[in-house]
């Protein structure tokens, strides 16, 4: 089994069946992995006769500590027995899954291949129950793509439901890509718990536009870089002191990647990364951003890391721009 050929969100299977998700793209050393799902006969979940139970981050660590540390962060390659891809699921779950069929009509007719497609999270192995969200991934540019094509669909139905709630005549069983509502937006905040107050998170939220409603099941775009802007090193840096800044972002051509990357114009740190999704697609290439994090030394290279636990706390990243907040002076 080559490393080489595992993606971010791509899935593994170990021979004792338990299944991690791969969280990064450099696999030198072992498969960046989180463990996501492990037997057990009580788990309300199954897959091929074996019922499996989902671990939190914070559950998975301990699991791991306790059961196989030598696995933590990085899974052996002889340790593989299966790689589930994310783009390899897509046509069966098309057949299957109303749901899944309609966002990926929706992204074929934006042009969109299906080989760009792919699902991770709890549809990948198999193991969604009900209520289970839709993780819905798109690879490389072609996010950007699917992106615009998920806003148009929901403007288009918010402009047909209006015009057919009107007249009183509407098909309530048709499945349709719709707007988040007020309700899950508070849920979506406090289940991310981040250092920034509700409004302004809904305000960067509402702008990034990878997310919407579909049957009443909640999903997201993901985005994962395609072969041709791989392979991508990552290397981890020396701590060095928590600290703010503020600085405008010279690129955010991979601001949706996990990390969120942004190139920032500053006279000491070089870029912003963000390991929380939350931050993902924070602000926009010309923007005027604050974060606070961890600063962090690579062979003499200054960046700023945001999210170094599951729930960062004293951590955050916002576009003054976004907000009105920039100071005269710093446009």
């Known amino acids: 089994m080559h490393a080489t050929n595992i993606r971010l969100r791509d899935f593994i299977v170990t021979d004792n069946d338990w299944i991690f998700a791969a969280s990064g793209y450099d696999h030198t050393g072992g498969v960046q992995t989180v463990l996501r799902y492990i037997p057990d006969q009580d788990g309300d979940r199954e897959m091929d006769g074996v019922r499996y139970r989902k671990l939190d981050f914070d559950v998975s660590d301990e ?3 306790k059961n196989h540390p030598s696995w933590k962060f990085r899974l052996p390659e002889d340790a593989i027995s299966k790689v589930l891809r994310s783009n390899d699921r897509i046509p069966t779950l098309a057949k ?13 007719s934006a042009g969109i291949p299906v080989g760009k497609m792919g699902v991770t999270g709890s549809m990948l192995p198999g193991l969604q129950i009900e209520g289970s969200d839709i993780d819905f991934v798109v690879y490389g540019r072609y996010w950007f793509l699917a992106r615009d094509a998920i806003r148009q669909e929901i403007l288009r139905n918010r402009s047909i ?5 009107s007249d009183r005549d509407r098909d309530s069983t048709k499945l349709e890509i719709t707007e988040i509502s007020a ?13 920034i107050s509700f409004e302004e998170f809904l305000a960067h939220e509402l702008r990034k536009g990878n997310r919407g409603m579909i049957g009443g099941t909640y999903f997201d775009l993901l985005f994962v870089r395609d072969w041709d802007q791989l392979p991508f090193i990552q290397e981890r840096g020396a701590d060095l002191r928590r600290c703010s800044l503020t600085a405008r972002v010279l690129s955010a051509d991979f601001a949706f990647d996990s990390p969120a990357v942004y190139e920032i ?10 390991y929380t999704h939350t931050y993902a697609g924070q602000a926009l290439a010309g923007e005027v951003v604050e974060a606070r ?4 030394d690579v062979r003499g290279q200054k960046r700023l890391v945001v999210g170094t636990s599951r729930e960062p706390v004293g951590e955050w990243m916002r576009s003054l721009s976004l907000l009105d907040l920039v100071p005269p002076s710093e446009e």
């Open 63 to 65: 699991f791991i500590e």
């Open 265 to 274: 114009d500053h006279p000491v740190v070089s870029e912003i990364l963000c």
């Open 96 to 108: 299957e899954d109303p749901r899944v069929a309609v966002i990926v009509d929706v992204l074929k």
């Open 293 to 296: 994090g961890m600063l962090e």
């Open 161 to 165: 439901d209006r015009d057919q709630d």
């Open 183 to 195: 309700e899950m937006w508070r849920q979506i905040y406090a289940k991310r718990v981040p250092e």
